[in-house]
């Protein structure tokens, strides 16, 4: 979590400042990796990030690292 969001009561009027810090989010730009899998095979890594996919807000794709 790099970003607090803040939150003002209901009913309070405009302006007196931000409001009290409600909650924490991580900023997640196109093209960034958020899982790396190593030492299971290429099958269960796929299942197991699909699962985890799911939970996430964002679209995902898996991506296999080319071996040079």
Do not use: H, Q, S, Y
């Amino acid at each position: 979590p790099d970003k607090p969001i803040t939150k003002k009561p209901a009913e309070t009027r405009m302006g007196k400042g931000k409001g009290n810090p409600e909650g924490w989010v991580a900023v997640v730009k196109p093209g960034r990796v958020l899982f790396e899998v190593e030492g299971v095979t290429e099958d269960l890594a796929k299942k197991a990030l699909g699962l985890a996919a799911a939970k996430l807000p964002v679209k995902t794709r898996f991506v296999k690292r080319e071996e040079t």
